[in-house]
């Protein structure tokens, strides 16, 4: 079964952390492109992160660069997403895709990614 879950989603103040998580299926974490996108209110989605799931090769948005960072841990078929010094616009709810077999390299859209968690919600104040 296809499946990805994030969890670590809450609300929290200006210039803190948090770390979000995406547990996979096997099936789905051997894909070969794994990301973070995110969804502000009346905002389309936007891509936030990827990670390349054989090389390790990242990469990110502008507006998170040197903010966020994301890693897998593929005994537990699980990608993370490091947020720190957080701001107001990083609100929004944060998914977690798959894609693949596909570079991650290039310009990646949502519409690349056909397999997609129920997403968790950051709220920076």
């Known amino acids: 079964q296809v499946q990805l879950v994030e969890s670590g989603g809450a609300s929290v103040q200006a210039g803190e952390t948090l770390r979000l998580s995406c547990a996979a299926s096997?099936?789905?974490?051997?894909?070969?492109?794994l990301g973070w996108f995110r969804q502000a209110q009346e905002k389309e989605r936007e891509g936030v992160a990827r990670i390349a799931a054989g090389s390790g090769n990242t990469y990110y948005a502008d507006s998170v660069k040197g903010r966020f960072t994301i890693s897998q841990d593929n005994a537990k078929n699980t990608v993370y997403l490091q947020m720190n010094s957080l701001k107001p616009e990083d609100t929004a709810m944060y998914y977690c895709a798959a894609a693949g077999p596909m570079s991650c390299a290039g310009n990646r859209s949502p519409a690349d990614f056909g397999y997609w968690g129920q997403g968790t919600q950051v709220t920076v104040s």
């Open positions: 096997k099936s789905v974490y051997d894909r070969n492109c």
